[in-house]
């Protein structure tokens, strides 16, 4: 009886000291995966936007990049244009569910109107999604408006938020 107690014990304390272990080794071999984990910690739910392109950089020179830039910005049309051309980023907390993400723009001032939407496919897993697109006068966006970008997915038919940020038009 006491033999079978020991084998039990011995057991149990193996098990126990290979769960930490093994947790680790998960966490070095996602990290190694995916160069973003850091800059989703600290810069998760986000948007930010350019009119230049954004940096294809990843790991710690995207997270000195993202820090350097405001999430909120400012833009001016150059010319004569009636569009405003535009790069952005959306830094995940966490890899968004399997499928398109959506995209919605609206007016800071009537939140409930969307100006625009649109649902481009998100690589798996990612944690960080860049994309080029135009806000053009002739789909509703106007100087000396503030208009908000969400990102998230419909899920049973809801919308659920992952990301935002401000657009100002001038």
């Known amino acids: 009886m006491k033999l079978w107690l020991v084998a039990v014990a011995l057991l149990a304390a193996t098990t126990a000291s290979a769960a930490p272990k093994k947790a680790a080794k998960e966490a070095a071999t996602k990290s190694a995966v995916d160069p973003n984990i850091a800059v989703a910690k600290a810069h998760g739910g986000k948007v930010w936007v350019a009119f230049d392109a954004i940096p294809t950089v990843e790991g710690e020179a995207l997270g000195k990049w993202l820090a350097a830039h405001p999430s909120n910005v400012e833009l001016t049309l150059k010319g004569n244009d009636d569009r405003w051309p535009i790069n952005f980023l959306v830094v995940f907390k966490k890899p968004p569910a399997k499928g398109p993400v959506t995209i919605m723009l609206v007016d800071k001032k009537e ?42 997915q419909l899920i049973n038919k809801r919308f659920q938020l992952y990301a935002s940020g401000e657009i100002s038009l001038k």
């Open 111 to 152: 939140p409930r109107i969307i100006v625009d939407q649109f649902s481009p496919q998100t690589p798996a897993d990612a944690l960080v999604y860049r994309e080029g697109y135009d806000l053009e006068q002739n789909n509703g966006f106007n100087k000396g408006h503030t208009y908000v970008m969400r990102v998230g």
